[in-house]
């Protein structure tokens, strides 16, 4: 078993491209830990300077002690799995996996022995004199996978080792790995855009963004009480609703979440209420997840938003409503912390950059120019602008139709409170 540290670990790519910006982690002795994240966030980059395989720009990275930064990648005791396997097409199963036991010179009898036993283990024994390209996609994985156990490393790196495969193997892999780690006690890096991988997978899950680590913890600390508003959002099964608010304290009998034409009111009971009444007279970000908003008739008390049902969704186990509520839907904001090359801003704009896009945006939303304001703000490259709708999870039964009226109430602690930077409002969990 290793430990893994890396200490503000940062890469920069000829021509300025900063994929990785001062990352700070610690992978504990035993620990699975998934690197969570979009496409083109920096996880496999990280993962590829822990093996070896790309030279750290700056930072320190210590792998069970010993500084690592020049070791060469056999030096290291690491196992990689990719996500396209990267198996020896000339050998057989076999072959592929008695091969990391051929190079450290082996006894070749205990080879044979570990091959057998574990090809039994990954249930491929009966593939063991084939060849890989008569395997299918899901046996050419745990050939893989084999292939990286065999010779029992100190840290294994898997690089999203489950992609490419279809749903049903998906899960079937993904108990396999669960318990096959578990039961090695081996330290575990595991890459993976996939949430459901991560929620079910790890002991603890980092989550990067544009290069920069946005939180990490536990399965349960990260979904429910999530560091970030793109944390919040990336973690979301359903589209996250996040909506603009400003707060007000009417005479400091409570706080009031003014959305225009909705209010909630959070009494000054509530934990987060002093930390929230610190942006009296400016806009926040609420966060609220479909399953956080309950269908009720009219007239239930509670704090609630009502609207008109513009459609349904059915997802099979369970159908979705998207409420016209007149708030519009708020774009999920960039990390503050990204940096260029030169030490410059956020994400090359100066320290500000992400949040004077916000407040631009907050400034047209205030002047009624609420369409083209999402317009702007929406992530480049996503083709579209969210409309302004309450996503709310109806369960399996609607008691909605298209064009109804809908009322929801909220429940006020489920309700996520970030800066116009992202940030959490309420106190930190740690």
Same mark, same amino acid.
């Given at each position: 078993?290793?430990?893994?540290?890396?200490?503000?670990?940062?890469?920069?790519?000829?021509?300025?491209?900063? /994929?990785?910006? +001062?990352?700070? &982690? $610690?992978? %504990?002795?035993?620990? =699975?830990?998934?690197? !969570? *994240?979009?496409?083109?966030?920096?996880?496999?980059?990280?993962?590829?300077?822990?093996?070896?395989?790309?030279?750290?720009?700056?930072?320190?990275?210590?792998?069970?002690?010993?500084?690592?930064?020049?070791?060469?990648?056999?030096?290291?005791?690491?196992?990689?799995?990719?996500?396209?396997?990267?198996?020896?097409?000339?050998?057989?199963?076999?072959?592929?996996?008695?091969?990391?036991?051929?190079?450290?010179?082996?006894?070749?009898?205990?080879?044979?022995?570990?091959?057998?036993?574990?090809?039994?283990?990954?249930?491929?024994?009966?593939?063991?004199?084939?060849?890989?390209?008569?395997?299918?996609?899901?046996?050419?994985?745990?050939?893989?996978?084999?292939?990286?156990?065999?010779?029992?490393?100190?840290?294994?790196?898997?690089?999203?080792?489950?992609?490419?495969?279809? /749903?049903?193997? +998906?899960?079937? &892999? $993904?108990? %396999?790995?669960?318990? =096959?780690?578990?039961? !090695? *006690?081996?330290?575990?890096?595991?890459?993976?855009?996939?949430?459901?991988?991560?929620?079910?997978?790890?002991?603890?899950?980092?989550?990067?963004?544009?290069?920069?680590?946005?939180?990490?913890?536990?399965?349960?600390?990260?979904?429910?009480?999530?560091?970030?508003?793109?944390?919040?959002?990336?973690?979301?099964?359903?589209?996250?609703?996040?909506?603009?608010?400003?707060?007000?304290?009417?005479?400091?009998?409570?706080?009031?979440?003014?959305?225009?034409?909705?209010?909630?009111?959070?009494?000054?009971?509530?934990?987060?209420?002093?930390?929230?009444?610190?942006?009296?007279?400016?806009?926040?970000?609420?966060?609220?997840?479909?399953?956080?908003?309950?269908?009720?008739?009219?007239?239930?008390?509670?704090?609630?938003?009502?609207?008109?049902?513009?459609?349904?969704?059915?997802?099979?186990?369970?159908?979705?409503?998207?409420? %016209?509520?007149?708030?519009?839907?708020?774009?999920?904001?960039?990390?503050?912390?990204?940096?260029?090359?030169?030490?410059?801003?956020?994400?090359?704009?100066?320290?500000?950059?992400?949040?004077?896009?916000?407040?631009?945006?907050?400034?047209?939303?205030?002047?009624?120019?609420?369409?083209?304001?999402?317009?702007?703000?929406?992530?480049?490259?996503?083709?579209?602008?969210?409309?302004?709708?309450?996503?709310?999870?109806?369960?399996?039964?609607?008691?909605?139709?298209?064009?109804?009226?809908?009322?929801?109430?909220?429940?006020?602690?489920?309700?996520?409170?970030?800066?116009?930077?992202?940030?959490?409002?309420?106190?930190?969990?740690?």
């Amino acid at each position: 078993m290793s430990t893994v540290v890396l200490d503000s670990v940062t890469k920069v790519y000829p021509g300025g491209h900063l /994929a990785v910006d +001062r990352m700070n &982690l $610690r992978a %504990e002795e035993g620990e =699975l830990l998934v690197l !969570l *994240g979009p496409s083109g966030c920096g996880k496999s980059t990280l993962l590829r300077m822990i093996a070896g395989l790309e030279e750290i720009t700056s930072g320190d990275l210590y792998l069970d002690g010993r500084h690592a930064n020049d070791l060469a990648p056999r030096d290291r005791d690491v196992a990689m799995v990719f996500q396209n396997g990267a198996l020896y097409p000339h050998r057989t199963v076999r072959g592929n996996l008695s091969f990391p036991l051929e190079i450290a010179k082996a006894d070749p009898n205990m080879a044979r022995e570990r091959v057998v036993e574990l090809s039994r283990a990954l249930h491929i024994d009966e593939t063991l004199d084939r060849r890989p390209g008569t395997l299918s996609g899901g046996q050419r994985q745990r050939v893989a996978m084999g292939r990286a156990i065999v010779r029992q490393p100190s840290l294994f790196l898997m690089d999203e080792p489950l992609s490419n495969l279809d /749903a049903g193997m +998906r899960t079937e &892999l $993904r108990m %396999e790995i669960s318990s =096959l780690v578990r039961s !090695l *006690g081996v330290t575990t890096i595991y890459v993976t855009h996939d949430q459901v991988e991560a929620l079910t997978l790890a002991d603890r899950i980092a989550i990067m963004n544009r290069g920069v680590l946005q939180d990490v913890g536990t399965p349960g600390q990260i979904y429910n009480d999530p560091a970030t508003a793109f944390v919040a959002a990336f973690l979301s099964s359903q589209q996250l609703n996040l909506l603009m608010a400003t707060v007000r304290t009417p005479q400091n009998q409570y706080v009031l979440l003014d959305f225009g034409l909705h209010q909630i009111v959070m009494p000054w009971n509530d934990p987060r209420a002093y930390a929230v009444s610190q942006h009296t007279g400016h806009q926040i970000i609420v966060g609220i997840r479909p399953d956080g908003l309950t269908p009720v008739p009219d007239g239930a008390e509670g704090p609630s938003f009502t609207g008109r049902v513009r459609t349904l969704e059915y997802h099979g186990h369970e159908w979705l409503a998207y409420l %016209e509520v007149g708030i519009p839907a708020v774009p999920v904001p960039e990390p503050v912390q990204r940096r260029d090359v030169n030490g410059n801003g956020a994400n090359g704009h100066g320290a500000n950059g992400a949040a004077g896009r916000m407040r631009e945006m907050v400034r047209r939303l205030v002047s009624g120019g609420a369409e083209q304001a999402e317009e702007q703000t929406a992530p480049s490259g996503s083709g579209h602008h969210r409309r302004a709708d309450l996503v709310v999870r109806l369960g399996s039964r609607p008691a909605w139709r298209t064009g109804d009226h809908g009322r929801v109430v909220v429940d006020l602690s489920r309700l996520m409170l970030f800066t116009l930077e992202g940030g959490r409002i309420d106190p930190p969990r740690r």
